[in-house]
Structure formats: structure tokens, C-alpha cells
């Protein structure tokens, strides 16, 4: 593993670490990298991590989970956030370390639309610029950073509303590096229903190119292609 001893926690993502090599000297370019992979995994340990008393933003779901995050880091990185989200006025004092003594330094907001998976995928590209892996599985969980295609579609509706562009043509990418005969149906639908740029012609080239399986599986897609054309 990539992650130094004891950081990050078992919930958190890790990067694969550069190692330098043994008596040879780095140059610039690599002392850099080095630096880098350094701070990012130095990030990417605060996340998921138990007891942080550092936390001092709370990410409300839908479903009544919470997620706890750093200010600073979500501030700079991704600003236009916090436009897409309902400030809450209560803090649940059992989610942080110090209890009352610091509800009110805390900033908390409702997400609405993001599965906790998908959130915990955002926050892992937020400190530590890791891309989700796609699964072609539709709905099923993977341990972070994998997201199932629903959760994936969720965050890039949202990075497409927030403008959170260079993930947004990550996730593009990554869902059709993902696409096969059995989820084709699906992402061709998602593409088109949240109108999602740039995925609809990336599947019609993929059909163009499996033409011959999809027509021999005409179960997989005939009843999206139907939906599609009387919506």
C-alpha cells in the first residue's frame, strides 16, 4: 500500500506513493512529485478519519447520514458548492469531537441528490484528486473510490450544475471506459433523461463499434431505445 503506517483510517482512499530509488538522486521534477504525493496523501488522511476534531463542516444527506469535511479544503477547492446546498442552523453535537464547546465554529449544510457514496467520491477528488472507478454493476456498493453507476451519474450531475468541469470530463471518461453490452441500455438513458453532455455520443460510438453483440442481445437495449424515442 501506498499509505503511510496508521494514515489514512481503513475508510479512506490512498494513492499510490512514489518511492525514490535507492542511491540515486531525484531530480527537480521527481523531488516535486514526491512533495505532491506527499500533501495529497497527507489529505486524503484526514478524510473518513474517526475523532477529527479539525471538522468543522457537516454534509446532511438526504437519507439523515452525515459526512464531515474541512472547510478550508472545500472552500478553495470547489466554492460554487456551497450555492447548491441549504444551510442548516443546528449542529447535531454528538458528531463532533469537542461537543458544544464547538457547535458554533461549525458550518453545516443539506446535500440534496448525492448518495454518500457519491459525496465521499467528490471529497476524495477535493483533497486528493482521486478519479472513481466505475462500476458497471447498477447499484452495487464498492469500497471508496469505486462508485455503482447511479451514485457516478449523480456526481456528474452535479459537477455538470456546479461546473466542476475538469471532473466532469474525469467522470465522462471513467463511465465510458465502464460501458459494456450489459450497462450500455443504462447510460445511453441516464445520458439522455439528465442531459448529460458529451456521454450520448460516446455510447453511439460504442454502438457502432459492438454492433454485432448488441444485436445479438436486442433484451439489453430495445426497451431504452423505445422509451427514448416516445419521450
Not at 74 to 103: H, Q
Request: negative net charge.
Amino acid at each position: 500500500s501506498g499509505c503511510p503506517p496508521g494514515q489514512p483510517g481503513r475508510d479512506s482512499p490512498c494513492l499510490p506513493v512514489m518511492q525514490p530509488h535507492p542511491g540515486r538522486a531525484l531530480s527537480a521534477s521527481q523531488a516535486a512529485a514526491l512533495a505532491l504525493d506527499a500533501l495529497r496523501q497527507d489529505l486524503l488522511s484526514c478524510l473518513g478519519r474517526k475523532g477529527d476534531s479539525l471538522a468543522d463542516l457537516v454534509f446532511h444527506l438526504g437519507d439523515g447520514q452525515a459526512v464531515l469535511a474541512h472547510r478550508a479544503v472545500v472552500e478553495a477547492r470547489i466554492p460554487a458548492l456551497f450555492y447548491r446546498v441549504e444551510p442548516l442552523d443546528e449542529t447535531d453535537p454528538a458528531l463532533l469531537v469537542d461537543g458544544p464547546t464547538r457547535v458554533g465554529a461549525v458550518r453545516q449544510v443539506r446535500v440534496r441528490g448525492l448518495p454518500r457514496v457519491a459525496l465521499e467520491a467528490l471529497l476524495a477528488w477535493v483533497y486528493g484528486e482521486v478519479v472513481p472507478e466505475i462500476s458497471g454493476d447498477v447499484g452495487e456498493q464498492h469500497e471508496r473510490p469505486g462508485l455503482y453507476m447511479e451514485a457516478a451519474f449523480d456526481l456528474l450531475e452535479t459537477c455538470v450544475a456546479c461546473e466542476f468541469e475538469r471532473l466532469a470530463a474525469l467522470l465522462r471518461h471513467a463511465l465510458l471506459e465502464a460501458l459494456d453490452v450489459e450497462n450500455f441500455a443504462q447510460v445511453l438513458r441516464e445520458s439522455h433523461v439528465r442531459r448529460v453532455p458529451g456521454l450520448k455520443q460516446g455510447c453511439l460510438r460504442f454502438a457502432l463499434h459492438h454492433f454485432d453483440e448488441l444485436v445479438e442481445r436486442p433484451e439489453v437495449f430495445m426497451g431504452t431505445l423505445q422509451e427514448l424515442l416516445q419521450g
